[in-house]
T-cell receptor
Framework: ETGVTQTPRHLVMGMTNKKSLKCEQH?????MYWYKQSAKKPLELMFV???????ENNSVPSRFSPECPNSSHLFLHLHTLQPEDSALYLC??????????????FGPGTRLTVL | KNQVEQSPQSLIILEGKNCTLQ??????????LRWYKQDTGRGPVSLTI?????NTKSNGRYTATLDADTKQSSLHITASQLSDSASYIC????????????FGRGTSLIVHP
């Protein structure tokens, strides 16, 4: 058990739906991350939060909207997605963020399918 | 452009055999390199992390090496087990406060009995 949980584990949604992904870390970390993992492609960093402040938005379309209400919770709000957004969405946390060698702990991911 | 290339793309070995996975990178200035193991349907789990001054680091049957001059790293798995079947991902971070690491595509390892 990595100490990072994600819900739901699987999600199927239509292009006009609005849904949210949730991530919670129980490790006392200060940084949280959203990644997208598509088949046959490397992990893509989407957003980084450090001490609840967004410090990186890696050119992600506005149909993805992150929210970090506190250092233990991270959300990814989804609306009007496209079929190419279907992927595994991974949440991670770490003690620091971009300040040196710092191991990220990943959650199990949410498998998203957009119809 | 920062890039991380891993080889082979996939590998099949028999249980008990050793194998070595390769990672070449162009990330600069170099900060650290990590190897992750990702089981099917799960998030990646960190195996090793190495900084510029470290040449080798072990974690049980996993041994990672780093040659910062040639910008190459390898992950050696000794006496493979069926549970080693997974994707192994090389991740390289640059110095300078960037939050964006560069990920390789991973090597898919299958261990057969």
């Amino acid at each position: 058990e990595t100490g990072v949980t994600q819900t739901p584990r699987h999600l199927v949604m239509g292009m006009t739906n609005k849904k949210s992904l949730k991530c919670e870390q129980h490790l006392g970390h200060n940084a949280m991350y959203w990644y997208k993992q598509s088949a046959k492609k490397p992990l893509e960093l989407m957003f980084v939060y450090s001490l609840e402040e967004r410090v990186e938005n890696n050119s992600v379309p506005s149909r993805f909207s992150p929210e970090c209400p506190n250092s233990s919770h991270l959300f990814l709000h989804l609306h009007t997605l496209q079929p190419e957004d279907s992927a595994l969405y991974l949440c991670a946390s770490s003690q620091l963020a971009g300040l040196g060698p710092d191991t990220q702990y990943f959650g199990p991911g949410t498998r998203l399918t957009v119809l | 452009k920062n890039q991380v290339e891993q080889s082979p793309q996939s590998l099949i070995i028999l249980e008990g055999k050793n194998c070595t996975l390769q990672c070449n990178y162009t990330v600069s200035p170099f900060s650290n390199l990590r190897w992750y193991k990702q089981d099917t349907g799960r998030g990646p789990v960190s195996l090793t992390i190495m900084t510029f001054s470290e040449n080798t680091k072990s974690n049980g049957r996993y041994t990672a090496t780093l040659d910062a001059d040639t910008k190459q790293s390898s992950l050696h798995i000794t006496a493979s087990q069926l549970s080693d079947s997974a994707s192994y991902i090389c991740v390289v971070s640059a110095r300078g406060g960037s939050y964006i690491p560069t990920f390789g595509r991973g090597t898919s390892l299958i261990v057969h009995p």
